[in-house]
């Protein structure tokens, strides 16, 4: 792991994943995710489940004892790998259905080093798909080898509260002095405009790109910093579309995390995480079924 200054420049590795001073770290995915703050940070994905349809206490019992892992989390993870350059190796098993001892025991064994398998067809989708990257206009020029680092871990203190906070970035572009353009990569089913609207809001993204530009102004002192969200779909022929978040949202996703980091800081504080709520809710029925029913 090594982490550099707010001025860029790189240092001598640090011993050991342990953040005590804000800076961009370099580190695994493991070691990021395994929170390496002593007392605790928060993340991006961490304070989106701090907050309602979420509760307090489902982050505390996901941060305790981690996320079941899904399919879709390799697949992404494989993209991302072949799109930036970076994360774990990717394992292609020979065998379109993984039901033999022999072809389960290929695929344990990778796991189990921390890389992940893939089926042919997955093989050729996450290379179909990067080859795609390359040759968009925009995207190739956004993660562009030699412009930045990927897979980046920048760590900050919130000045209101002084909780830490984090955020793992996709790329980090190398400073230029001028305006900093921070492009993140997310695969879909749809990379239709009008399909990225929904995917905005119902994965948090609005909140997502307001958190990563406190991180990148507070370690990194850039003042003139946007980011660009590179969705890209996962069947053929790949369809990229590059979007950048109008103001309306953004400050949508700054109140949302601003709620989030007081609602961290006071379950800190007090040790409790409550759940949805600890009194009897009066629920109606969703608009449109009351609507129908009052035709």
Not at 277 to 288: A, G, I, M, N
Request: net charge neutral; glycine share 8%; charged share 20%.
């Amino acid at each position: 792991m090594t982490i550099t200054s707010p001025a860029g420049a790189f240092t001598a590795p640090a011993a050991g994943p342990i953040v005590d001073r804000p800076g961009v770290y370099e580190m695994t995915n493991e070691e990021y995710h395994a929170d390496p703050v002593p007392g605790g940070s928060l993340s991006s994905t961490g304070a989106r489940r701090l907050l309602a349809p979420s509760c307090p206490a489902r982050f505390q019992h996901e941060r305790t004892h981690g996320r079941a892992p899904k399919k879709a989390f390799d697949f992404g993870t494989a993209a991302h790998m072949q799109v930036l350059g970076a994360g774990p190796e990717l394992v292609r098993i020979n065998a379109d259905e993984w039901r033999t001892a022999a072809v389960k025991a290929k695929v344990a064994e990778a796991r189990e080093r921390g890389a992940i398998p893939l089926k042919p067809a997955e093989w050729d989708q996450v290379h179909a798909m990067a080859a795609a990257i390359r040759r968009h206009p925009v995207a190739s020029r956004l993660f562009a080898p030699g412009s930045g680092l990927p897979e980046q871990s920048l760590f900050w203190v919130d000045q209101a509260t002084a909780v830490w906070r984090r955020a793992r970035l996709d790329w980090l572009p190398h400073p230029t002095g001028g305006r900093l353009i921070v492009p993140d990569y997310k695969t879909t089913v749809s990379a239709d405009p009008r399909s990225i609207e929904k995917s905005v809001y119902d994965y948090g993204y609005y909140q997502q790109d307001p958190w990563y530009i406190d991180g990148v102004r507070a370690v990194l002192g850039v003042e003139e910093a946007v980011m660009v969200f590179v969705f890209q779909e996962k069947t053929a022929p790949y369809l990229i579309s590059v979007v950048q978040l109008d103001p309306v949202a953004i400050r949508a996703g700054r109140r949302r995390n601003r709620e989030a980091v007081a609602t961290y800081q006071q379950c800190t504080a007090t040790g409790q995480w409550p759940g949805y709520s600890d009194r009897v809710e009066t629920v109606s029925l969703p608009p449109w079924a009351e609507k129908q029913e009052n035709q």
